[in-house]
């Protein structure tokens, strides 16, 4: 199986992993129809950062020494991109996070990624099942008004960054929800604040 193959049947996987819902099409661009009617963006903040992410992904994707040396994840909430993974050397970091920020409508870069060797298979098997874990975990949560979904899980070595448009305290139970999950090293708190 080719590198670009078993990238893009990971890039899948990963959607179909931190994904709450069924996609449908909504005006001609992808949309979910839980995360819509759940989510405090407004459903044209939804496409568009679907549409960020997917310009972020095709950028680095054209830089052919950078993707081919580097393991890169990307996650956008309300124009807010992450960037996380590993890249062999600070240059290509720096050049990632350019890249990136270029990108038309990109609000704010958070550039996680670490200087590294690509992570392998089982690391990321164990991120995407720490993320099943730590969303599954949200359900608990009992604060009035909080609903789990708006909250964008990415983990990343054992790193649990969430996302999100939300109210301190929503974010404060997330936050020690997630600490409590087996597998979580460290939590990165990257929400958008309401109050």
Known sequence: MTMR???????????LLNSACVPVVVGGAAATTASVAHDRRTTGEVIEDKA???????ALHDDEELYKDSHINVAVFNGWVLLSGETPTEAFRTRAG?????Q??????????????????????????????????????????????RVTV????????????????E????????????????????FEYLD
């Open 5 to 15: 193959l078993l990238t893009s049947a990971t890039l899948a996987l990963g959607c």
């Open 52 to 58: 960020i992410k997917g310009r972020v992904i095709s």
């Open 171 to 190: 974010a404060d139970a997330a936050v020690a929800r997630t600490q409590e999950v087996a597998g979580v090293q460290r939590v990165v708190k990257l």
């Open 104 to 149: 038309e409508k990109v609000r704010r870069l958070f550039n996680e990624l670490t200087i590294a060797a690509p992570s392998s298979m089982m690391t990321r098997s164990s991120d995407a099942w720490i993320t099943t874990k730590v969303k599954s975990s949200l359900l608990g949560l009992d604060i009035k008004g909080f609903d789990p979904t």
């Open 98 to 102: 350019d890249i990136a920020r270029k």
């Open 154 to 169: 990415v983990t990343e070595n054992g790193t649990v960054f969430l996302l999100g448009l939300v109210y301190h305290k």
